[in-house]
Each structure stands twice: as structure tokens, then as C-alpha cells.
DNA sequence: TGGTTAAATCGGCAAATGACGATTAAAGGA
DNA sequence: TCCTTTAATCGTCATTTGCCGATTTAACCA
């Protein structure tokens, strides 16, 4: 189409040196709009995209294991609301649960969390 | 308050050792249930909560520094829809624009990126 | 100055999210 | 077996998100 154009325009762009691209042309090969990758990490960061959730998995993080209600009574929030938040996080594979008698045992997964600290550090 | 009988319990939970935790007592010192830093994190991880933002930070990744239109095109999306999208990263910190003449270009605010970073490698 | 192009913003809409109290389900202990 | 405790789920509500087309704003060029 008009590729040409644009790729003219971006090498040309060059206006004091703001907003010069890397290479001669933009790398096609290099970037897909839309891919299970992208779709992965973008999950993984969801999950995590609230400061409970955060709050929950560093605190997971420095107990190692923790029963639910002791989390709950950790914040400022309904037992429901902790649960749907620990809900999210065991979606994205970020934390396990166990039953454990009447109470219910969360983990983090380890995995997961390499895999999310693996997608960050390539950025 | 009611601390002692919390504390007690997590140290009796170890039933079958599944669900044992790592100290004696849960740490309240390395935990607060309300922080800026959880909200920072979370801020920086519900910027990157989409796929399609992933994909935008991983563009430019790619090419150090692209024009507004050029992300367009590569998107199958309306421009407005990008636009919001670069919004939300750049309000996030995650990304930089500047104008340059009718266009606007961006480019990766490498500073925010190693403090995601670095927040993701110390879960 | 007037016209063109690029990108931000607006308005609207459907869907998802986050919060809560109430209810249900599951398991242990009296 | 019944009762209590724990946590998941349900129903509701207000807010936010994501998308779009349309409009406005901004800057260059003729």
C-alpha cells in the first residue's frame, strides 16, 4: 500500500534527533498486533492491576502460606471482595489454593510468577 | 487487639505440613495492606493490562521511537481507540510523546520501564 | 489566509470491574 | 446428627473500561 511513504517518513523524521527510529525501516517481523503473547502477559499484568492484588501476593510472598481468613483480616475489605480479588489472581495462575479442612490454604505459584518476572525483564 | 489468637492459629495450622508457613509468626512488619507502592505497582500493571498496550510498549520496543499514525496502522483498530490506549500508557508514565509538527511522536519512557521492572523481579 | 493532515477529545453505548451484604456449601467438633 | 466456622458464590449497584464515529485542535503547506 503506502508503506513506502510511511517508511520514507520515518527515516526522514530525524528533527534534531527527537525522534529518530533505531533502523532503516520499521521491523515488521518484529511485531505482531495481536498474539497469544501478548494476550499472556497482558492477563498476568491484569491480574495484578490492583493494589489488593499486589498487596495479597507480596504478602503471600513473605509468609510463604497463608489462610484465606487471615488475609482477609489483613484489609480493609469484605471477606467477598477478598475472595473475588484471590478468585482473579488463581484465574491468572498467579496463586494456588488448598483446602485445607474448613479453611482454605493460598500458595503462590512459582511458576507463573517466573514467567511474569521473565515477560517483564524482556521489555 | 485479637493479634495473639491469629498469630496462634497460623503457628498451629500445620496440619500435615501442606500448609505450613515459613516463620513463626506472620510478619506484619513486611506488610501493609495499604501502601503507595502497591498502588504504583498496580498503576504500572493495569497500564499493561491490555493486550493491545502490550503490544504498543512492545512496538516500540522494537523501534525505539514511532509516530503516532504508524502504531495506527498496525493496530485493527480505530484511531481513536489508539489513542486512548496511548493515553493510558502515557498517564501511566510507561510512554513519552512529544509533537512533532502535525504528528506526535513516542517513544518508551525507559526509566518507568526499569521501575516495573525491577518492582516485578522483587515479587 | 485557507485547506489539509494528524492526533486528541467528546459523546454514547455495552461490557467488565469492584464493592457490598446475603446466601450457600463444605468440613470439623460437640 | 446438629451446630459452628470458613470461604465461595450470588445478586445488586455504581463506576470504569473499551470501543466507535464525530468533532475539535494543532500545525504545516500552498
Known sequence: MEEDSRMARSVLDDAGGKCLPAGEILPEVAFEALSDDHERFAGLCKALGHPVRVAIVRLLL????????????????????????????????????????????YCLNREALSEFKGLSEAL
Open 62 to 105: 513473605s509468609v510463604e502460606t497463608c489462610v484465606c481468613g487471615d488475609i482477609v483480616e489483613r484489609l480493609p475489605l469484605a471477606q467477598s471482595t477478598v475472595s473475588q480479588h484471590l478468585k482473579v489472581l488463581k484465574d491468572a495462575g498467579l496463586i494456588e489454593g488448598s483446602i485445607d479442612g474448613p479453611r482454605t490454604c
